[in-house]
């Protein structure tokens, strides 16, 4: 089992930064992938970031990147997602999730899943 819990949500102003944390424990973090996903209001789940267990690859969805950054911090069992020039449509719950796999982009490649942190953008 693996217990993830995000952090870092809060209400900022267009343009503005805020870094998302997700602390896991209960299995070693380095024998899965980690991913960032989030779900506005009436809108399906959708894939943010993703990193390979050692960080060494990222990826992106097309809607944020060059604006966000997923890293991973093996020796704190933390992955963080910075989220850099925010726009009131990156204003959802965002929730980190483990892969015992490769990881991917599709919600079903996740093995677990944090409870998720509100991020809102305000125009």
């Known amino acids: 089992q693996v217990q993830l819990v995000e952090s870092g949500g809060g209400l900022v102003q267009a343009g503005g930064s805020l870094r998302l944390s997700c602390a896991a424990s209960g299995r070693t973090f380095t024998s899965y992938a980690m991913g960032w996903f989030r779900q506005a209001p009436g809108k399906e789940r959708e894939f943010v970031a993703g990193?390979?267990?050692?960080?060494?690859?990222?990826y992106y969805s097309d809607s944020v990147k060059g604006r966000f950054t997923i890293s991973r911090d093996n020796a704190k069992n933390t992955v963080y997602l910075q989220m850099n020039s925010l726009k009131p449509e990156d204003t959802a719950v965002y929730y980190c999730a483990a892969s015992l796999d490769y990881g991917g982009i599709y919600y079903s490649q996740y093995d677990y899943w944090g409870q998720g942190t509100q991020v809102t953008v305000s125009s």
């Open positions: 990193a390979s267990w050692s960080g060494g690859s990222t």
